[in-house]
Nanobody, 117 residues
């Protein structure tokens, strides 16, 4: 079965950095785009970053552009989200996502990122 397992979240001070990881299994990882979403309390889930199956194209939300970097290691079936210069508004649960045939979504369990002094 499809499994996505996030890790790397935690507490960090404003301006700090974290690297999130998403370990994927149960599908041909190299065939599919991967995405990171986040959801903060009281807010809708939002797309943070996306990366093409071969890593050749990436997308970032305006709020994280130039601070976050999405990357993937197809040999390890893992997608990463490098987060730098973190702000309090980055506090959220971060979810890894894969979407099959533009309609079938699978999600990880989420990992909490808290940015606070």
């Amino acid at each position: 079965e499809v499994q996505l397992v996030e890790s790397g979240g935690g507490m960090v001070q404003p301006g700090g950095s974290l690297r999130l990881s998403c370990a994927a299994s149960g599908f041909t990882f190299t065939n599919w785009h991967m995405r990171w979403y986040r959801q903060a309390p009281g807010k809708e889930r939002e797309l943070v970053a996306a990366i093409a199956s071969d890593g050749g194209n990436t997308h970032y939300a305006d709020s994280v552009k130039d601070r976050f970097t999405i990357a993937r290691d197809n040999a390890k079936n893992t997608v990463y989200l490098h987060m730098n210069k973190l702000k309090s508004e980055d506090t959220a649960v971060y979810y890894c996502n894969v979407r099959f045939w533009d309609r079938e979504d699978y999600w990880g369990q989420g990992t909490q990122v808290t940015v606070s002094s």
